[in-house]
């Protein structure tokens, strides 16, 4: 059984009922059908689907092409592209946005599988590739030194996410000068980001370094995640999907 969480991105009713049924006889758990690229953001950010099928010309438009930039910047989730076209520019712009595969339609369910499956492992062995450059032993210490390195020259600031900035002596958070209040766990998974700047912290990473004690699992980690994002004023954590988060640099 594959069990590989999928959105569904389609604006023609026909073609999305025909993926969901054939995605669903490979296995695959259809989490949710759009018909549009702003109902599609809602759902990719709430629900965390391991690959999205996204149609090129939603609304008969690059809708799709512009959503599938924002899935690889924000999101750091597997795509494939769904298309009817061949036009050279067409495809040239859906290039630029690094789908990890595209489907002609109309498309025949087991290249569609194929396709799938190919997507995701490419995707897995590229955030494996990642990870093995990340610091392995996450500590206070490694925390630190990291933070370290990316402070102001002059005063114990480190900025990131736009505006805001840790003043690591103090080891508070603040945006726009403001202070966030957050618990001891919020802080030392931001800081944890903040020292990671650019890279996947991963769950286990996550788990060793902010619980430091046995009993964390992924989904407490998430739902710090999810405590931790309704406190800050602009969304900066992203996703990388079953892998855990990062903050871009």
Not at 115 to 123: G, R
Not at 186 to 212: C, H, I, K, P
Request: proline share 3%; charged share 25%; aromatic share 8%.
């Amino acid at each position: 059984m594959v069990e590989n969480s999928i959105i569904i991105v389609e604006d023609d009713e026909i073609t999305a009922l025909n993926l969901n049924l054939s995605l669903q006889k490979h296995g695959y758990d259809v989490i949710a059908v759009c018909d549009n690229a702003i109902d599609a953001k809602v759902k990719i950010e709430e629900l965390e689907p391991d690959i999205v099928i996204i149609d090129i010309s939603l609304d008969e438009s690059n809708d799709g092409i512009e959503l599938g930039d924002i899935v690889r910047r924000e999101y750091h989730i597997p795509f494939i592209y769904l298309t009817s076209y061949s036009d050279d520019n067409i495809i040239a712009q859906a290039k630029l946005t690094e789908p990890y595969g595209y489907i002609v339609k109309p498309f025949d369910p087991s290249s569609l599988h194929a396709t799938l499956q190919m997507a995701i492992f490419k995707y897995e062995v590229e955030n494996a590739r990642k990870i093995n450059t990340v610091i392995s032993g996450i500590d206070i210490l490694n925390v630190e030194k990291l933070l370290l390195t990316k402070q102001e020259s002059d005063k114990p600031i480190v900025y990131f996410g736009g505006e805001y900035y840790i003043d690591i002596k103090i080891s508070e958070t603040f945006y726009k000068d403001k202070k966030i209040k957050l618990t001891k766990k919020e802080n030392a998974f931001l800081r944890l980001l903040v020292a990671q700047l650019g890279s996947v912290v991963t769950f286990e990473q996550a788990m060793d370094y902010v619980w430091q004690e046995s009993g964390a699992t992924a989904n407490s980690v998430r739902t710090l995640v999810w405590r931790l994002r309704n406190k800050l004023p602009k969304e900066i954590i992203k996703n990388a999907s079953g892998i855990g988060y990062c903050i871009e640099e």
